[in-house]
């Protein structure tokens, strides 16, 4: 069994984090026909040889169910519909009570008949990502002239299927002024949710140009204030310091929310059946083939303290809304290369620290670009 890790007081989460993740990502491959700038796979046009064959992932499967009963498992890439059996392991998840659902690209491939194919298949809700408010910025974003136009057909090919429809944006320097028009974008496709990933810089990705923390402390502030005017949900992704501006912005006293970092109520597996606590996190703990999913996850050393606020260092460990934020390990591991060092993006700086900063050797927390 896991150990007992140290916890702040507030009310408990619906899903136990020490023994399930909220959610299991699952690259099925990182073969994709796009070449998207921030893409975390590097994806590559071709399928690897090694990657889980058809009986491994439905083991894989298995032993993912074995979690509990609608386990959300999100099928990734790359492109997964670059494997011929995409359809096939959403059928086998769905059948043995899995919660299955899919991040497609936006390329050919996601035409109306396979949006249909996968919604008979059972899956969930299909994700789709906009990086620009209109084709030409994002299909510079995406590295393919029509991405954008195939999206637009998958997405309302999803309403068609009566398939719920999530959105995912990235954000950095080339895409936050598009935010606006993107949200209106959300809207009008009649998304559920709409998914805001805050740069991190590993893969193609670490060619972009982040925003600055101050920059992103104020785009988390729209967010938090348009939140409830828009028809649709929102979460932020690699940016758990929402959650703290949100709290700061109503007043409300800083308890624990239900939310998830890498390796605390997140987990992934990559096409190679590697275990990391996060994609953009990719440090091993273990590999399917060798070792349960469960297993790692509950009981893996690297999982296991990122599991313990109590052991972040600098000023994430001295921040008093860590029990609701908590940083991102992943880009504190991409830009310090240790997990439990403080997220360079948050500018929040605890009252009385006075330890080191993580932008003191790099950009100016006060640069508003």
């Not at 399930?20 to 073969?31: G, H, K, S, Y």
């Not at 994700?127 to 991405?147: K, M, Q, V, W, Y």
């Not at 649709?232 to 758990?240: D, H, I």
């Not at 310090?336 to 993006?345: I, V, W």
Request: glycine share 8%; charged share 25%.
């Amino acid at each position: 069994m896991a150990t007992t890790r140290n916890r702040s007081a507030g009310p408990p989460r619906r899903v136990d984090t020490d023994e399930r993740p909220f959610v299991l990502i699952w690259e099925l491959t990182q073969a994709c026909d796009l070449a998207c700038e921030h893409c975390r796979a590097d994806a590559q046009p071709n399928c690897h040889p090694g990657e889980l064959s058809t009986e491994e992932a439905e083991s894989l499967l298995d032993r993912t169910r074995e979690f509990g009963e609608n386990q959300l498992v999100v099928f990734s890439g790359g492109d997964p519909l670059k494997r011929d059996d995409a359809a096939d392991l959403v059928e086998y998840g769905t059948d043995i009570g899995l919660s299955v659902t899919m991040t497609p690209s936006g390329t050919a491939a996601l035409s109306p008949d396979a949006v249909a194919d996968l919604a008979d298949a059972g899956l969930r809700r299909m994700a789709l990502s906009i990086d620009g408010a209109t084709a030409e910025r994002h299909d510079a974003f995406r590295g393919e002239e029509g991405s954008f136009a195939e999206t637009m057909q998958a997405a309302h090919a999803a309403r068609d299927e009566g398939l719920p429809l999530q959105i995912n944006t990235t954000v950095c320097r080339q895409t936050v002024s598009d935010l606006p028009e993107i949200a209106d974008l959300v809207a009008d496709l009649g998304a559920v949710l709409w998914s805001v990933f805050f740069l991190v810089p590993v893969g193609r990705g670490a060619a972009l140009d982040p925003i600055s923390p101050d920059r992103a402390e104020r785009v988390m502030e729209w967010l938090v204030e348009k939140s409830d005017e828009w028809p649709f949900g929102l979460k932020t992704t690699e940016a758990p310091h929402y959650r703290r501006v949100a709290v700061q912005q109503t007043e409300a006293t800083p308890e624990r929310q239900m939310g998830i970092t890498a390796g605390d109520g997140f987990a992934f597996v990559s096409h190679l059946g590697e275990v990391y606590p996060s994609g953009f996190l990719p440090e091993s703990a273990g590999n399917v083939r060798e070792r349960p999913i469960t297993d790692i996850y509950r009981n893996a050393d690297l999982f296991e303290s990122l599991r313990d606020e109590d052991a972040l260092r600098g000023k994430c460990g001295a921040c008093p809304y860590r029990n609701v934020c908590g940083g991102s390990r992943s880009r504190a591991y991409a830009t310090t290369g240790d997990p439990l060092e403080s997220d360079p993006l948050c500018s929040f700086v605890p009252e009385d620290y006075d330890g080191p900063l993580p932008w003191e050797d790099g950009e100016s927390v006060t640069d508003t670009s």
